[in-house]
């Protein structure tokens, strides 16, 4: 009697839907984009509604499944033929869409069946190994695309004509398809689920987002993607499970290269605090790639000023310190670009920046990134004072006098141009370095613009005090 109920369920259910597309398949009035939007929106539901009686009933007839089968191909074909298509309130004629993107074709080409397609979205199928035809499911002879220049001429004349913008060409970050959506809502899905499926997802996300540019384009299409992504890691007990931590924050690090995704995941007020407290433990790969995130990140200014009040830069600068070399250089990178604006400057150096950088190049690591991070925080008084302290200066001579970088010789003198002005004590070191050596001199001859700026600079203020450095 079960099996009999849920039958003659499904069974008006369908004849229902049957209807429905009956209608929907005679509507040709000018009111055609609604209302073809609102039904399938109404069929959508209704394969809600099944796929709900697959998951609930345990004795569910087969033919549920194969009604929820027919309604997706019947959504499908409505995707393709459907005549809401518009732009700017204009119907598009089908010939000019891609069958693969739904949308007007910027580059034609013909596969081997006969079919236009959109060449990045064909040629996206091709490279991942498919081998039949999208629309036909014939299985292709070659994979060559012969550019459909009819086509193409079309598209270009009906634009011209109502003043509409050709299409853009498109990069492969924005290649991506409806597949591609629904694969990534299953894995988001997996995220919320046992800890097996989350650490399967977090692979496959992982592998995903760094291999295929078109899934870090996703995630700022949907408004749950991040939450959902970021499910699994408790704040303040993100390592709990320390190789589902290194899989997701090294996805967060592959999303947040992608331009879209940079301002919305430093504005979502769980990604940063997230990778501040990942800097600080798990692996360190996932410490490294936190970092790197960090720096990504920080590629839009706000999302510096954002970074540094997190309180980034203490973890950093302890990563800097610890010494493992993979890590040093992406801890280095993110520091250098939060400390292009000034507030950040203030706390690096109140978070004792200056101390690890200056014994990292006296050791002869990192020394161009740091060197660029150094010279930024001239700026500050108190980190102007510190360099001179730990004996910065014979440091910055040295590198000046062997160092075959002009970059890093013309951050020196910068460096020991801002150190003379505001420390006379330091005054002697150099003038005996110039007069052994001429090292500034020969700066000031043969050094990059800047450079030779900066070492005239050094050297008037010797010459001025000359006759009071014997007082010193």
């Known amino acids: 009697m079960a099996e009999a109920g849920v039958l003659e369920k499904v069974t008006n259910e369908a004849m229902r839907i049957l209807s429905v597309l009956k209608e929907l398949k ?45 309604i997706l191909s019947v959504l499908k074909e409505l995707k393709f033929k459907k005549s809401s298509k518009v732009v700017d309130n204009t119907v ?38 498919h081998r039949t035809c999208p629309q036909t499911q014939q299985v292709i002879s070659h994979t060559f695309l012969t550019p459909n220049h009819l086509v193409q001429e079309m598209i270009s004349k009906w634009c ?9 060409p498109l990069v492969d970050d924005d290649v991506h398809t409806d597949a591609d959506r629904v694969y990534l809502k299953s894995l988001l899905e997996k995220t919320s689920s046992s800890l097996s499926d989350q650490k399967e997802a977090a692979k496959e996300l992982r592998r995903l987002t760094k291999s295929m540019p078109s899934f870090r384009a996703l995630f700022s299409d949907s408004t749950d993607a991040i939450p959902q992504l ?18 997701l924050i090294t996805t967060i690090f592959n999303l947040s290269i992608h331009e879209n995704n940079k301002q919305l995941f430093a504005e979502n007020p769980h990604v940063i605090p997230l990778l501040v407290e990942s800097v600080r433990s798990g692996t360190i790969e996932t410490r490294r790639n936190a970092a790197a995130a960090l720096f990504s990140l920080s590629a839009l200014d706000s999302n510096k000023l954002i970074i540094g009040k997190s309180g980034a830069l203490k973890p950093l600068i302890g990563l800097l310190e610890e010494g493992h070399p993979p890590a040093m250089k992406d801890a280095a990178l993110a520091i250098f670009k939060l400390c292009l604006v000034l507030e ?54 040295d590198i000046i ?43 000031a001859e043969h050094g990059t613009s800047r450079a030779k700026r900066k070492a005239n600079g050094i050297l008037k203020i010797l010459n001025g005090a000359a006759s009071i450095i014997h007082t010193l």
């Not at 970021?230 to 899989?247: K, V």
Request: net charge negative.
């Open 26 to 70: 005679f509507k040709k009035s000018s009111k055609v984009v609604e209302v073809t939007m609102t039904k399938e929106t109404e069929l959508k539901k209704e394969l809600e509604k099944l796929v709900k009686t697959i998951l609930v009933e345990e004795d569910y007839r087969v033919e549920v499944t194969d009604e929820a089968m027919r």
């Open 92 to 129: 598009i004629p089908e010939e000019f869409i891609c069958p693969i993107s739904k949308k007007i074709m910027n580059d034609p080409v013909v596969l081997a069946t006969g079919q236009t397609y959109d060449r990045p979205f064909i040629q996206r199928l091709l490279n991942e190994g």
């Open 160 to 168: 011209m004509e109502r003043g509409i913008e050709l299409p853009k």
């Open 230 to 247: 970021l499910n699994p890691l408790s704040p303040g007990r993100a390592n709990t499970h320390p190789d589902l931590q290194e899989d």
């Open 344 to 397: 950040n400057r203030v706390r690096a150096v109140q978070e004792g920046a200056v101390r690890v950088i200056l014994k990292k190049i006296m050791d002869c690591i990192l020394v161009d990134e740091l060197l660029a991070t150094l010279a930024i925080l001239t700026s500050q008084q108190e980190a102007v004072q510190e360099m001179g302290l730990l004996g910065a200066v014979p440091c910055l001579i």
């Open 401 to 443: 006098r062997d160092s075959s970088s002009e970059r890093n010789k013309e951050n020196c003198a910068a460096i020991l141009h801002t150190i003379c002005l505001n420390d006379r004590t330091k005054w002697r070191a150099v003038m005996e370095e110039e007069k052994a050596n001429a090292t500034l001199s020969i700066l």
